[in-house]
């Protein structure tokens, strides 16, 4: 079975996102949108409701693969994939940021690069990788070989197994200040972007503010951030199984996925999401 609609213009009149406009964004106070996107419809779709920002995420292993991790995911499927997304951004204004996934970048800087440079070949204008630490050395080299990078603090899926399961991190006093440490040394750097996901609000709001010119992008990390992202299918309320607290269904408030989709964009915009309580964590 095979679809005959034609591809239509996209009526977006937005100008492209560069990383110069994001910062500009952020500097100026206004939130920062990013959602998760796998496919050439849905990258569309999104664009057209004023996305800011797209994720090519690893979390397509859990979603679209069926894993209970984003472990198994290759690169080869990450570049597919980001290929699909890139040609329904094509007319677009998003910004496209590709996963490193697992495996791809941690035995050295120049595989790191190659893994990069594969994404980016495939339509990625950026590259997130995650982890805080050694990686510092990997955002360097690869900055100072033109590849925007975002990096992923917090609750880092790829490490999910080392960190006990899917929990807060940085409660304590202790690994709050390690956060924050490595947020600085991932800022000096050259990241420009960064994921901070299941944090205390509190923690997030310090690494913004250690980091001022840093675009920051929270997930369950409170409304302190530059920006927010979710998960396309939790924020459409299709995933199944309990969802994390910070997810907001953004579907049941809308009758369509475009409304659904226009609606998470003006709820980011004007502060109405997150709610500092309700998607929100607390320090111990």
Not at 33 to 55: I, K, N, S, V
Not at 102 to 117: E, T, V
Request: proline share 5%; glycine share 10%; with cysteine.
């Amino acid at each position: 079975m095979s679809s005959h609609a034609q591809p239509t213009s996209n009526p977006n009149s937005r100008k492209p996102a560069t990383l110069h406009s994001l910062r500009a964004m952020h500097a100026r106070g206004e939130k920062v949108t990013m959602l998760t996107a796998y496919d050439a419809t849905f990258a569309r779709l999104a664009d057209e409701a004023g996305l800011d920002t797209l994720l090519v995420g690893d979390s397509l292993g859990m979603l679209l693969q069926g894993y209970n991790s984003t472990i198994p995911v290759s690169l080869d499927e990450m570049v597919y994939h980001t290929r699909c997304v890139a040609r329904g951004l094509q007319g677009g204004s998003a910004w496209l940021v590709s996963d490193l996934p697992f495996g791809s970048y941690q035995q050295s800087p120049a595989q790191a690069m190659a893994s990069a440079a594969a994404l980016m070949q495939a339509g990625a204008q950026m590259v997130k990788l995650e982890g805080g630490g050694w990686t510092a050395e990997m955002v360097r080299f690869l900055v100072d070989r033109g590849v925007p990078v975002c990096a992923h603090l917090g609750l880092t899926p790829q490490s999910v197994h080392a960190l006990g399961g899917y929990r807060v991190q940085g409660r304590d006093a202790d690994s709050a200040a390690v956060l924050r440490r490595h947020a600085r040394e991932l800022a000096d750097a050259g990241a420009a972007m960064m994921v901070l996901e299941l944090m205390p609000s509190s923690v997030a709001a310090d690494v913004q503010a250690d980091n001022p010119g840093l675009v920051t992008i929270g997930i369950g990390a409170g409304p302190d951030t530059a920006g927010q992202v979710l998960v396309l299918h939790d924020m459409l309320g299709v995933t199944r199984g309990k969802l994390p607290r910070f997810v907001r269904n953004f579907m049941a408030e809308g009758g369509s996925i475009e409304d659904a989709l226009r609606r998470y964009v003006a709820a980011v915009k004007d502060g109405s999401f997150p709610d500092p309580v309700a998607h929100a964590y607390a320090a111990s």
